[in-house]
Every structure is written in structure tokens, then in C-alpha cells.
């Protein structure tokens, strides 16, 4: 890894670009290193979620898919907590189970092992899908063996929002307790919903959860829990939540599949594109991120060799890229984040860049690029390339202010540690970099159309992180884009 004053001097005293000004020698996709498959990339958050990762699989997507009218389009953590925002025909589309790749034809998604699935918020969002395309454009697949999150888990998460602390910042969309469900061994499988003895099992599950809301003094039958696109609704009697369940699942059924056999076959064929998506990001991994105010998934790239049992390992695949925004970080939830922007800088930012939560329309957080934090993440989760979005969000008036590194009370350089209370004891230090005209940048869809502050930060950040920049966005529209690939 780089010094990172070195690099600075390197880049903006020296005129060193790191080919950041140019595209790449060779396509990373299609030409994969030693042992990985060609055709294949997978893309992960490389911050704490909406970086703008919906985008770029819509991108990559339109790249490897459309052209080829085939590919398989994967999605191996996370459920209804992810919001991933695509723009289609100027209407904003917000999914958050489906894959980004749902839309283009030829296209299979699939919602893997990994995930954990909210039958009623697939269906509204394929009502969605619909409404705004006229048709669900790919062919769907649910696996069969990925976990439900239902109503039960929501009314367990909200009960427990009074007895723990932990799960403060969380969406309320049953993600801890579904998780959790696995470890303590009783998860409720989609292949369980789609058995034939569903309500023998879906039945045992409301009276487990019944007997745990009532231990914490909660009542599951009138608990509130949310939907989407809907007003809440509470859980109801047991009658009533097989019977919204039972409705639900006639509708979903002929998506179920064992996916398993399908997927190795159409691995073992380089021909066929693989787009792996990821949900949230490494900044909400349990064991990476600030904990405790972590999702319960594993977002980083290691999460696809246990979503496809073992079928394909992060290292097979092509390219792995991890998504950042370009000059911010934006953070939804209770975390504290060392670099926490004052206001009016992150109000500016947070109305010009719309950040306002996609799931639960908080507003976000809004803190300066984190070098310690980001290399972090990238090196735990293996990212081999870097997209940069929101390339667009910069004043020339305003200076860029990067934390190049953490400092203790005392004055020693210490380094991002996955702990909140570590992080509240740090002092980060920054430095500025020129900024550009955002205005300028917008729509630019060249290298050399990007402003020279703007080359010179990409070639910063790139090397900073040790990862080759592969896409940039430059305007929240689809082909707002740049790309590092060779013509
Ligand atoms: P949970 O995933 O609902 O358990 O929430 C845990 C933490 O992750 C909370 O701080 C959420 O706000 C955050 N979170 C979960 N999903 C996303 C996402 O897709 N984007 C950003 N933050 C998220």
C-alpha cells in the first residue's frame, strides 16, 4: 500500500496520473487472471450502502447482457432492508429484493441462498416492475433454499427495539431476527413455504414467535410492521397471517427452484455473463463494519462462496469491484462516523445528491471520504476494482477534504478498527485536494472529457485504496457514465 502523503506529492506536485487518465491496456472482464472465469464480475458496496450500485449493475448489465441477450444476474445477501435506485425512462425505480438486472431481457436473476426473502414486498415490487416497464423483462428465480424474513421477524425486531440497544439504525424489516434464525437453527426456508405442508410449518413458526414477543411483553398478533409500498399493517391472528401467506404464495411458486444445478452448469460455460450483486455495503458487514450498527448479512464478496454452497469462490470471479461515492460517504442508521460532515456542507450535498434512505426515506448521514476506513474495507473484502459514483457532487469553491489517517488522544497514528467505541476515541486528520465544477462533469460520458482535479482524485483515490478504477458517474441518468474499459 501506497504512503499516502507520497502519493499526493506524486500526483499533484509530479503530474503522476496512474493511467487514471486513460482507458485500461485489456478488458479485466473478459480477459480474467489466471484461475478466474472470463465474463463474470461482482459488485459489492464499498462504503455503508447506496453508493449507487443499482446503477452500475443496470450499467454492467447493459454491457454483458443486453448484447449477448443472456447472462445470469445474482444476488447472494441482504432482503427488503437494500434499496437499490435505477432510472428508467426519467421515473426513479427503487428495488430492493429484486436484482438491478430484473430489468433486461435474456437476463436471469436470481435471489440466492444468501438473502433472506419478504414474500409480500417481492410481489409489490414486481407490481412495481410493471407499472413503470409494462413487464418483469428477466426470467426470475428464487432459490429455494434462501431464508424468509416475514411479518413474525419485523414485529420480533420492533419488541426487541425496547429491551437491546444494538439494532437502533435498522430498517425494521426483520433482517437481524431471520439471520439469526439460522444460526439458532429454525429458519423458515423458502422451500418450507413452498411445501406442501406449509402451514404445519409456517404454523409451528407464529407460535414460536408468539411465545417470544410475549416473553418481552410485546403481542404479535396487533404489532405494527411495515410493507412496502403499503401503510403498515399489524401481523393479525394467526388465521389471518397464513392466509395473506398462503395468497402470497401461489403467486410466487412457479419462481421457486433448487438452484444449485442450474447455476454450476451455466458457470462451467464462459460464454454465459455472470453479474454478481451485492446488497448494503462492507461498512455494514457484522464483522467488518461499525459495529453495532451492522446489517446481519455478509455484503462483502466472500458472501457468494456461502450463498452458492461452495459453488463459487470471490477469487474465480473476474473482476471484483467495490463501489464508493467519489468526494462523500453517506451512512443511514445510528453509526457514528469519525469524519461526520457539519452542516451546510453536508446539507448542500445531502439535497443536491438526493440522499435520503430508498427503504425508509431517513435522511443520510453525510461524512468526508475516510481513507483508513475505505482501505480497510477494501482490502477485507478482496476488491480488485473501483467504481467511483457521484463523480458529478463538487464545488469548485470548496476544497475536497479526505481524512488521510486517525489519530489517538495522545497523538499516535492508529488505524480503523471495526468498533464503534474505538471509532468514537479517533481524531482524523485531513488534508485538501483541488476540487472541480460538478456542473462541468455532468452527463460526461469521456476520460478526457473529466476535468484534470477530477483525473488527478481518481488517480488518488485508486492507488490510495489499491484498487484500478474501472466506472464513474457523473449524473443520476443511466448513461451518465464513464468507463475505464477499452473501446
Ligand atoms: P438492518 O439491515 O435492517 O438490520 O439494518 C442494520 C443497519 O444497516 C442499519 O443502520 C441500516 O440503516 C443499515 N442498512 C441496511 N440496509 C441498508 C442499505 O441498503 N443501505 C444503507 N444502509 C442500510
Request: charged share 20%.
Amino acid at each position: 500500500m501506497k504512503d499516502i502523503s507520497e502519493l499526493i506529492d506524486s500526483i499533484y506536485t509530479h503530474g503522476q496520473r496512474y493511467g487514471a487518465d486513460r482507458p485500461l491496456p485489456a478488458n479485466p472482464i473478459m480477459t480474467a487472471p489466471a484461475g478466474a472465469r472470463p465474463n463474470s464480475i461482482a459488485v459489492e458496496g464499498g462504503a455503508f450502502g447506496d453508493e449507487g450500485k443499482g446503477r452500475v449493475v443496470d450499467e454492467v448489465c447493459a454491457l454483458l447482457v443486453k448484447g449477448r441477450g443472456q447472462g445470469v444476474v445474482y444476488r447472494w445477501n441482504g432482503g427488503a432492508n437494500a434499496g437499490h435506485t435505477v432510472m428508467v425512462n426519467d421515473r426513479r425505480l427503487a428495488l430492493h429484493q429484486l436484482p438491478s438486472g430484473v430489468l433486461f431481457s435474456g437476463a436471469t436473476v436470481v435471489l440466492g441462498k444468501g438473502m433472506v426473502i419478504h414474500p409480500g414486498d417481492v410481489l409489490a415490487e414486481i407490481q412495481e416492475v410493471l407499472g413503470v416497464m409494462g413487464a418483469v423483462p428477466a426470467e426470475l428465480m428464487i432459490d429455494e433454499m434462501a431464508v424468509l424474513a416475514l411479518d413474525t421477524h419485523r414485529a420480533l425486531e420492533g419488541a426487541y427495539r425496547q429491551w437491546a440497544t444494538g439494532g437502533r439504525g435498522s430498517t425494521g424489516r426483520g433482517i437481524s431476527p431471520a439471520y439469526a434464525d439460522v444460526l439458532y437453527r429454525h429458519p423458515v426456508r423458502v422451500r418450507d413455504l413452498a411445501a406442501r405442508n406449509w402451514k404445519d410449518r409456517l404454523s409451528k413458526h407464529y407460535d414460536m414467535y408468539a411465545a417470544l414477543l410475549s416473553g418481552l411483553g410485546a403481542d404479535l398478533e396487533s404489532a405494527q410492521v411495515a410493507r412496502l409500498n403499503h401503510e403498515p399493517i399489524p401481523v393479525g391472528s394467526k388465521f389471518v397471517f397464513l392466509d395473506r401467506l398462503g395468497a402470497q404464495r401461489s403467486v410466487l411458486l412457479p419462481y421457486v427452484a433448487g438452484v444449485y444445478d442450474y447455476l454450476q452448469e451455466k458457470w462451467a460455460d464462459p460464454a454465459i455473463p455472470f453479474v454478481f450483486e451485492g446488497a448494503q455495503g462492507v461498512g455494514l458487514d457484522p464483522r467488518f463494519g461499525v459495529y453495532p450498527d451492522v446489517t446481519s448479512s455478509d455484503p462483502t464478496f466472500s458472501g457468494i462462496l456461502a450463498s452458492t454452497e461452495g459453488l463459487i469462490a470471490p477469487d474465480e470471479i473476474a473482476v471484483r469491484m467495490a463501489t464508493i461515492k467519489a468526494t462523500y460517504t453517506s451512512s443511514v442508521g445510528s453509526r457514528r462516523l469519525p469524519t461526520a460532515m457539519d452542516e451546510p456542507l453536508a446539507h448542500r450535498i445531502r439535497e443536491d445528491a438526493h440522499e435520503y434512505g430508498a427503504t425508509t426515506r431517513r435522511p443520510r448521514d453525510i461524512a468526508y471520504i475516510d481513507i483508513p476506513c475505505l482501505r480497510f474495507f477494501a482490502r477485507v473484502s478482496g476488491a480488485t476494482h473501483l467504481v467511483l459514483t457521484h463523480l458529478d457532487i463538487a464545488y469548485p469553491d470548496t476544497p475536497i477534504q479526505i481524512c488521510t489517517q486517525y489519530v489517538t488522544g495522545e497523538g499516535k497514528a492508529t488505524a480503523y478498527r471495526p468498533d464503534q467505541l474505538a471509532l468514537d476515541r479517533v481524531t482524523p486528520q485531513y488534508v485538501e485536494l483541488p476540487s472541480w465544477d460538478g456542473k462541468v462533469v455532468e452527463g460526461v460520458t469521456t476520460i478526457e472529457a473529466l476535468p484534470a482535479e477530477a483525473q488527478q482524485y481518481v488517480a488518488f483515490i485508486s492507488q490510495a485504496l489499491g484498487v484500478t478504477p474501472l466506472f464513474g458517474t457523473t449524473g443520476p441518468q443511466r448513461d451518465a457514465i464513464i468507463s475505464w474499459l477499452p473501446a
